[in-house]
């Protein structure tokens, strides 16, 4: 049988994979009270392969990170001791774990913020009311609030602490979350950042605080337990940039000096020549356009996440160029333990 190139080994930094299908971080909202429930246990070891690489979903690096239900948080000694479990599960069956760390920024609204205080952002411009993935919630924002110059060093602080959080839980790293529109990507993008300070103005303001988190979290745990994930090209919730090139080579070309991995979406060649270290893609791939994408050297990993949800024996499926499962999208984000989030068929045997 010819090579398939998603099943080729890689050695990112000191972790040797085994393969390069890669879990996409999935925002599931079955973490009541933002702390991760036992049934995580269960759905991750599912997903788990030896030598593959799982990223976590979405996770929370403070009290104000929040703008959805029930997604978990990596703040509290509380939230740490319930990933335990989990990252050991993982871990048991030889995959390599990293923790996605976030914050939406203005993507939020007072239920989800301490005291019911307004969201923190780099602006006080509002977003407009989006209809959500369901087609039915009508989710609407509360006017942000924007954060004074000397207040940013205090969220800077929340990421590191959040990392130093994930690898006390076990963790093998974490995935700076960069992107999609939520706080990082709000100051990247001049779209939302209207800021005059040095946050703000210039493509190199702008991207100041990104790095200071990536080198604050590089100094607590160690560049290459480090990656952040980038979307230059997209505009999610009002975040787009009027030169989204520049933006993603000046980000590529910074990173280059702490040895990071980067995930990101879209066509993004000149950014993939730019950087140096571990270049993640994700974004709707198949089988076939994932393999087209390693053999040419375009990336090195391939990030999956709907049809990874669907089909926990992913790369045992691409092995055998199995039948896959169809993704039920109504249940992703319902509370429910297992529906839409445990209960997908495994393949019977492997041809």
Not at 65 to 82: C, F, M, N
Not at 141 to 153: D, G, K, N, Q, V
Not at 249 to 256: E, F, G, Q, V
Request: include cysteine; aromatic fraction near 10%.
């Amino acid at each position: 049988m010819a090579e398939i190139p998603l099943l080729t080994p890689y050695r990112m930094g000191r972790f040797d994979l085994m393969h390069r299908v890669v879990l996409a971080p999935l925002t599931r909202q079955r973490s009541f009270g933002n702390v991760p429930r036992p049934h995580a246990i269960l759905y991750y070891s599912q997903r788990a392969s030896n030598g593959g690489l799982l990223i976590a979903e979405a996770t929370g690096v403070s009290d104000t990170a929040q703008g959805y239900p029930s997604t978990p948080g990596i703040w509290t000694k509380e939230q740490v001791e319930a990933w335990k479990p989990i990252v050991n599960a993982v871990h048991e069956k030889g995959g390599i774990f990293f923790c996605q760390i976030w914050h939406v920024g203005r993507v939020s609204n007072y239920e989800f913020q301490p005291n019911g205080q307004a969201p923190i952002s780099c602006t006080d411009k509002r977003l407009a009311p989006v209809v959500r993935a369901n087609g039915i919630d009508i989710s609407t924002f509360a006017p942000p609030r924007r954060l004074s110059t000397e207040e940013i060093a205090t969220v800077v602080n929340d990421f590191k602490l959040a990392a130093r959080n994930a690898i006390e839980a076990g963790f093998d790293g974490v995935e700076i979350h960069g992107a999609h529109g939520y706080l990082i990507d709000q100051f990247l993008k001049d779209q939302v950042n209207d800021r005059t300070d040095q946050y703000g103005g210039s493509l190199e303001n702008r991207c100041r605080f990104a790095l200071e988190v990536v080198e604050a979290v590089v100094n607590e745990i160690g560049a290459d337990r480090v990656g952040i994930r980038l979307s230059p090209f997209a505009a999610y919730c009002e975040a787009g940039d009027s030169n989204p090139e520049a933006l993603g080579i000046h980000m590529a070309n910074s990173l280059n000096k702490v040895g990071e991995r980067v995930e990101t979406p879209h066509s993004l060649l000149p950014i993939r020549k730019s950087f140096k270290g571990t270049f993640i893609v994700a974004g709707g791939y198949d089988r076939e356009e994932g393999n087209k994408t390693i053999a040419s050297n375009y990336a090195d990993l391939v990030a999956y996440g709907r049809v990874f949800l669907a089909n926990p024996d992913l790369p045992r499926r691409f092995k055998s160029n199995a039948p896959l499962n169809k993704y039920n999208r109504n249940t992703f984000y319902i509370p429910d333990p297992v529906v839409g989030y445990t209960d997908y068929p495994f393949l019977n045997s492997i041809a």
